[in-house]
């Protein structure tokens, strides 16, 4: 149940004062990288392309806190952009030193989170350089990476309205979607042919492994969600590691019983062993040795920003997959109630909490992102790294990220429509409508991000797209009493 806890489509807030520090080394040709830089636009201004920036030699100072002119020899910043610890003084007595010292760029390497520089505007006005905050470790690699002798330069580039990445994460959460609601129906077709052939009940009845949610369920349901999320928000840190472990186990079955449903289909291979008076397939144990070795290669490397997040992503699109197809709702009225109840709680912990919390952030968006700058991120979301290159893929999150509560929530109801669908032998009119429904509803998403530059719940769009177009399927086709009640509509099924 813990998975449809992050609801919201999120992407990192987008920071107006975030830049780029390009730092080139002394080899030839020059190896080139990176970094993400903290500044203050009332201050500094930066170009906006590398075109028209300045390359200054760097001077490492991360032995100092320039909080005095005396700590440094005389003569050692001239012309040079320098970088020094931040320590206890201001950014502007910093700034007087080092500007008086002949510098041209003042970096100030912090260990911690990168914050926002917010002291007097006024006191700045007669310090001309430019002044920025880094990450104490990129400076650290910077010198590691492209030697000793390295030239630096900022510049802040604007912020691309769209990224391609969405792109990916619509294919997958459609798909995903679509797919589990077509099994969920292939599973209910199976069920109704079983009850037809008496032979067939009792085998289809130990192979049953649907957990149907009532109207009570679904209000518990959500309770524990809102409680969860607020003890993730405060306990963070220890939890955390709870839902890595229960994210292996879980997706890793997950991944067994979608790869088994497939591996069944196949005609050869079906050698079995018998231990303790039961048979199995020797291909599913080595089918679930392979799930199993896939769970615990994404925990040892789930840091990996390279790949993992490909392993991450197959995983959890299991899991949808898997969560769709095995909880069954058993009437649109729970549909409507548990789709309902989420929407309320997505925008109240995306847009409500800021209101509340300390730093006036969201709960939602802070656990998700990991808060108070967490290395370990929660695994319940979709994971796409952002293909357009921008100063906030380097500060913030590099990924665009899709909760798994915006595919299994909606999910269901498609799922829904989708048994409605076979019971009623309706040629697939309600899972089709459906599942176009919530592509439109992505799409809206997607718009309203771009223009709106903040995360944004998705299921606030999700919600009503989806429940509207099965409302109105139903109302146009006379059905809308069997289609809320859900009870007598399988006297309609014919074989």
């Not at 997040?309 to 898997?322: H, K, R, S, T, Y």
């Amino acid at each position: 149940l813990l998975w449809a806890l992050l609801g919201a489509l999120l992407l990192p807030p987008v920071a107006a004062d975030e830049g780029i520090l390009h730092a080139s080394g002394s080899t030839v040709p020059p190896v080139t990288k990176d970094y993400c830089i903290i500044y203050n636009s009332k201050w500094t201004s930066l170009p906006k392309s590398l075109d028209n920036a300045t390359f200054r030699t760097l001077e490492n100072l991360t032995s100092t806190v320039l909080c005095s002119s005396s700590e440094v020899p005389s003569g050692l910043m001239k012309d040079k952009a320098v970088v020094v610890m931040r320590g206890n003084c201001t950014f502007l007595e910093k700034a007087r030193i080092a500007q008086n010292l002949g510098a041209k760029m003042l970096l100030i390497a912090s260990k911690s989170r990168l914050s926002s520089i917010s002291d007097n505007k006024t006191d700045f006005e007669d310090v001309t350089l430019p002044i920025a905050l880094i990450r104490y470790n990129d400076i650290v690699d910077m010198q590691q990476t492209l030697g000793k002798e390295v030239n630096v330069t900022l510049y802040s580039p604007p912020l691309p309205q769209f990224d391609y990445s969405m792109v990916v994460i619509f294919l997958i959460a459609v798909s995903t979607v679509a797919l589990g609601g077509y099994w969920s129906g292939v599973a209910e077709l199976e069920n109704l042919k079983a009850i037809a052939s008496p032979g067939e009940r009792e085998t289809r009845r130990k192979k049953e492994e649907n957990v149907t949610f009532t109207p009570v369920t679904v209000i518990f349901f959500v309770a524990i969600c809102c409680v969860m999320l607020v003890l993730l928000y405060f306990f963070y840190k220890w939890l955390v590691y709870v839902i890595i472990s229960v994210f292996c186990l879980a997706s890793a079955m997950s991944l067994y019983n979608c790869l088994a449903a497939l591996v069944g289909e196949i005609p050869f291979g079906q050698c079995r062993i018998t231990c303790c008076n039961k048979t199995i397939e020797v291909r599913l144990i080595f089918l679930a040795m392979f799930c199993t070795a896939a769970a615990v290669v994404w925990a040892v490397f789930r840091n990996e920003d390279r790949w993992a997040w490909i392993l991450q992503d197959i995983l959890g699109v299991a899991f949808c997959l898997n969560f769709i197809k095995t909880l069954k709702m058993p009437n649109f009225k729970s549909c409507v109630i548990l789709l309902g109840l989420l929407l309320l709680y997505d925008v109240f912990f995306v847009f409500i909490t800021p209101f509340i919390t300390k730093n006036g952030a969201s709960i939602m968006v802070e656990v998700a992102a990991g808060p108070f700058g967490n290395s370990e991120k929660l695994p319940v979301v979709i994971r796409v790294p952002r293909l357009e290159h921008s100063a906030s893929t380097l500060c913030d999150l590099p990924f665009s990220l899709l909760g798994f509560g915006d595919i299994i929530v909606p999910g269901l109801l498609v799922a829904y429509c989708r048994r409605f669908d076979v019971q009623t032998s309706s040629s697939s009119v309600y899972y089709i409508s459906c599942t176009i429904a919530y592509a439109v509803g992505m799409v809206l998403t997607f718009v309203v991000l771009a223009l709106m530059k903040m995360g944004q719940p998705a299921l606030l769009y999700l919600v009503p797209c989806t429940l509207i177009t099965s409302s109105i399927v139903a109302w146009r086709r006379k059905e809308m009493k069997k289609f809320w009640k859900g009870s007598s509509y399988q006297v309609g099924w014919r074989p």
